[in-house]
């Protein structure tokens, strides 16, 4: 089967990004002029979609926008993305996400979200994709919606179907029906400690993490290292991926690009070593540029992600 054929649904935060460089941060009572300025269809559930899409999946979406124009408008644009979004609910009443990414000075960002309850995902609002879920070859679900939506998905997940959780599980009951559910369980230094229960410190307790949470279920945990890098480690062995390129002009949305390209590779039925090579090239393209959103190009990851693979693969011997 083509990687095109392969279908993709990604549950989680559709919302506008506002992302703005400046120079400095103006101070009290001044002001900051803009260098530069993009308005896009951005949050974790559309960035890792755009991913996916861009590395050749078909890709569902499935979360929730306002009945607002900011909610027409970046539904347009994940139409014109290529993806589809009948699994959107436009909530009556409700404002669409906006996230400000504030990027400036340099090696500075700061994140401003507006986020009303209402457009957080909800059990019917789930229920209500459950033919598009079942469909899936793959499902990414972001652990940041609530708890019952969260179950409402993996439930609704075909048995086969690769299921790629990401993030911190709200609650107990959550982590338990992730770990038995999900195949791959990724979280970011901050989120490790919702996932396992206890606070990793230094690289060795990170891989003892990811070795706990195999033990659990998941056939692929991803983790990264607080000050940087991310293990990803599977039944028999690990590896730990550098953060690569250059210093990150921005890193919002590293994560994202780097569980949907992880999700990708497994999904061609790469092996987690690989996969973890096109995850980390995947996160190092977006952390270029201001603002989440991903220009992935799926011939260039595939053959960088290779070859940095058996350059890794030779030095190491
Ligand atoms: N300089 C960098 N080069 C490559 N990857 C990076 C760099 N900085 C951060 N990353 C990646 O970004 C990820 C950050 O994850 P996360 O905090 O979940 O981001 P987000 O949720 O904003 O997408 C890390 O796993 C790491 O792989
Ligand atoms: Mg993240």
Known sequence: MEDSERKVVVVGQVARDLVLSIDDLPEEGGSATVRERREMLGGKGANQGVACRQLGARVELVGVVGDDAAGREVLEQAVDDGIGVAGVVRRAG????????????????????????????????????????????????????PGPAVAAALDACAEDALVVADGAPADEDTRRRVLSRADVVRADSAEIQALVGWKPDGEQDVVRAAQELLSQGPRVVALSVSGGGDVIAWPDGH????????EPVDPTGGGDSFVAALTMALLAGETPELAAWWAAVAAADVVRRPGGRPELDADRLRTEA?????EAAATTG
């Open 94 to 145: 409700a404002r669409t996400a906006l996230l400000l990414d504030l990027v400036g000075p340099p090696g500075v960002r700061r994140l401003v979200e507006d986020v009303d309850d209402q457009v957080l995902l909800r059990p019917d609002d789930v229920e209500g994709c459950r033919e598009s879920l079942r469909s899936a070859d793959a499902v990414l679900v972001q652990l940041q919606q």
């Open 239 to 246: 590896v730990v991926m550098p953060l690569l390129g250059e």
């Open 306 to 310: 290779r070859r940095a693979y058996e």
